[in-house]
C-alpha cells in the first residue's frame, strides 16, 4: 500500500508570511494529488490538487508543487491570514480501480496576528 | 453541486448497543462511497471502501462484523457499528465518489461525531 510521510507536523507563521507543507509518498503509480484543509469538527475541503502530468499548480495564494521523480508534493500559501489556520492533509490517490485516498499525517497551521 | 449528507451529525449510545450512519449523496449519483475513522488529533482513516450493490471491501484490522457497511442504492450508504464499546467514539466522515465519465473526485460528508458511553 501507499506509504504517506507529512512535514512538519505543526507550523506557526506570522500573518502575511508563507508556510510550506511537504508531502511523501511511496507508490510510484499514484497520479493525482490533493490538499485538503480541514477546522475542527468539520470535513476535509479540497482546496487544490494536481495531476502526474503538471509540475505546479496555483490557486490565487495557493500553490501546490509536484517532483514525480523525487515522488513529493508540496503546498505552499503566501500572505497567510488568520483565517488559514487549520489542519491540512495531503492525499496521494491510487490508479487502481478503487481510487483510495491515502491521508498524511496532518499539519496544523497556525497564524499568528 | 456534489453534496454529501450524513445524519446523525452527532449520536451518544450506549455500550453493547448498535448505531447506524447515513451518508447520502445528495445531487449526483456514487459509484463508490468510502468510510473513514478520524480520532481526535489524527488524520483520517480508511474504513472500507463500497460499490453500490456490491459487499465493501474492509481495510486490514476493520472488523466487517462490527462494521457492517450497506451500499444499496447509487445515492445511501450505510455503516453499522455493532455493539459499540467506548473505543468506538469517534468522528465517523463518509466520501460519496461518481466514479463514471472520469470524475474520481472524493465528496466528503460532514461527520458523524460517535460517542460510546
Known amino acids: 500500500g501507499e506509504n504517506v510521510e507529512q512535514h512538519p507536523s505543526t507550523l506557526s507563521v506570522q500573518e502575511g508570511d508563507s508556510a510550506v507543507i511537504k508531502c511523501t509518498y511511496s507508490d510510484s503509480a499514484s497520479n493525482y494529488f490533493p490538499w485538503y484543509k480541514q477546522e475542527l469538527g468539520k470535513r476535509p475541503q479540497l482546496i487544490i490538487d494536481?495531476?502526474?502530468?503538471?509540475g505546479e499548480k496555483k490557486d490565487q495564494r495557493i500553490a501546490v508543487t509536484l517532483n514525480k521523480t523525487a515522488k513529493h508534493f508540496s503546498l505552499h500559501i503566501t500572505e497567510t491570514q488568520p483565517e488559514d489556520s487549520a489542519v491540512y492533509f495531503c492525499a496521494p490517490r491510487n490508479k487502481g480501480s478503487a481510487r483510495q485516498l491515502t491521508f498524511g499525517s496532518g499539519t496544523q497551521l497556525t497564524v499568528l496576528p | 453541486g456534489a453534496v454529501v449528507s450524513q445524519h446523525p451529525s452527532r449520536v451518544i449510545c450506549k455500550s453493547g448497543t448498535s448505531v447506524k450512519i447515513e451518508c447520502r449523496s445528495l445531487?449526483?449519483?456514487?459509484?463508490?462511497m468510502f468510510w473513514y475513522r478520524q480520532f481526535p488529533k489524527q488524520s483520517l482513516m480508511l474504513m472500507a471502501t463500497s460499490n453500490e450493490g456490491s459487499k465493501a471491501t474492509y481495510e486490514q484490522g476493520v472488523e466487517k462484523d462490527k462494521f457492517l457497511i450497506n451500499h444499496a442504492s447509487l445515492t445511501l450508504s450505510t455503516l453499522t457499528v455493532t455493539s459499540a464499546h467506548p473505543e468506538d467514539s469517534s468522528f465517523y466522515i463518509c466520501s460519496a465518489s461518481p466514479g463514471q465519465g472520469g470524475n474520481y473526485e472524493q465528496y466528503f460528508g460532514p461527520g458523524t461525531r460517535l460517542t460510546v458511553t
Open positions: 494536481i495531476r502526474s502530468n503538471v
Open positions: 445531487d449526483f449519483q456514487a459509484t463508490t
